[in-house]
């Protein structure tokens, strides 16, 4: 494993505790509590401030090391199972202790057409395309790709912070266009940027001020009286852009040595996708949060504090939970692959192998 990769795995992690720690301040309902101008509330929007690259850069992760990836429909066919099990597990024990509808039942069935996940779904629909916008990638000059970048990056997110209108099919950069821009311009900097020392320096940096202008930006839009307080703070705004890239660039560069840690951060990174699969299901979405009286300590003084300690708390137990997953696949594999089914998986797989590879 190389060094870098454990520098964006460490980058992975960070990345799925800090949208934990965004779910605990707001599905949790403690930013909706705390009173304008206390330190809590400033602590609450310095977190948020920090973490808008979150999305941003667990998209990046995947199209930096997908896009130049032959196309396996095995990959794909792995992620819906997983996000399959975990819809149908927590419906099924939700069932047993709380009241469910027809429509969480069939929400539970379809997950991805649901949008049962929102992340989930448009992530789906990137993983489909992604080989193919590699292809065009590839294909393109330095100077052609940098255009590229530059038109998507104006249509994208500097238009929609001037006229705030989906003009292109972006709002809020949850949307399955913006996935695949920042996937684009993961390849770039994969195949096009140099690794240097001096640019983890200069991309920590940038991430601190485009994170620290963000929060000004909320707090200069609360004493405007402006109705949008927290536009910056969207995936597709130009300083969570600006703050993304920095972070990556940063990562990408950072002088990391091999140790003894590097195992055990690889297996945590491994359970990320299922750590947001866990917490953040529709059913329980909600409930995990009031179960910890996120909400009861909202008016404290500790009540940011606690959100963060929280959030690890809830971190570890769904990487516990997803780690149990993979090791029960993984035994359950030698069975199914003597199944029928199974053969009939596989003949697919390779049928669309061959589709995409124009074999």
């Known amino acids: 494993m190389k060094k870098r990769q454990v520098n964006f795995e460490l980058l992975r992690i960070l990345c799925m505790y800090m949208i934990v720690v965004g779910h605990c301040l707001f599905h949790g309902r403690v930013t909706a509590k705390l009173g304008y101008g206390t330190t809590n509330y400033f602590l609450s929007y310095l977190i948020q401030a920090f973490s808008i690259v979150h999305v941003n850069c667990f998209v990046m992760l995947s199209g930096y090391f997908s896009i130049d990836r032959e196309f ?14 975990y819809s149908l597990l927590i419906f099924a024990v939700c069932s047993l202790c709380m009241e469910t509808t027809g429509t969480d039942l069939i929400r539970a069935i379809l997950p991805i ?8 779904s448009v992530y789906m629909g ?3 395309l992604l080989p193919f916008a590699g292809m065009l990638a590839k294909k393109l000059t330095k100077k052609q790709y940098q255009y590229l970048l530059l038109l998507l990056t104006v249509f994208l997110s500097i238009n929609h912070m001037i006229f705030r209108v989906d003009t292109y099919g972006i709002f809020s950069g949850r949307e399955l266009p913006w996935f695949l821009y920042l996937a684009l ?22 991430y601190i001020l485009c994170s620290l202008a963000a929060l000004a930006s909320v707090y200069l839009s609360v004493r405007t009286h402006q109705e949008d307080i927290g536009y910056f703070l969207n995936y597709n705004s130009p300083l969570a852009l600006a703050a993304t890239v920095s972070l990556f660039l940063c990562v990408k560069n950072m002088p990391l040595k091999e140790s003894r840690l ?6 945590i990174a491994s359970a990320a996708f299922g750590v947001y699969l866990i917490h953040d299901n529709a059913l329980i979405r909600y409930p995990i949060w009031d179960f910890f009286r996120a909400s009861k300590v909202a008016r404290t003084h500790w009540a940011v504090i606690y959100a963060a300690a929280v959030a690890v708390v809830v971190y570890l137990m769904c990487t516990v939970l997803e780690l149990l997953r993979q090791s029960l696949f993984q035994k359950a594999g030698g069975w199914y692959l ?13 049928a669309l192998n061959c589709m995409v590879s124009g074999k």
Do not use: M
């Open 338 to 350: 003597h199944t029928p089914l199974y053969r009939k998986e596989q003949r697919l797989c390779e």
């Open 72 to 85: 396996k429909a095995e990959r794909i066919l792995r992620l819906w199972k997983q996000v399959l099990f």
């Open 113 to 120: 057409s649901a949008r049962n996940y929102w992340f989930a």
């Open 262 to 267: 590097d195992e055990p951060v690889l297996k």
């Open 185 to 206: 311009l993961s390849g770039y900097l994969k195949w096009h940027t140099r690794e240097d020392k001096k640019y983890f320096y200069y991309g920590l940096t940038a």
């Open 126 to 128: 990137l993983v489909l």
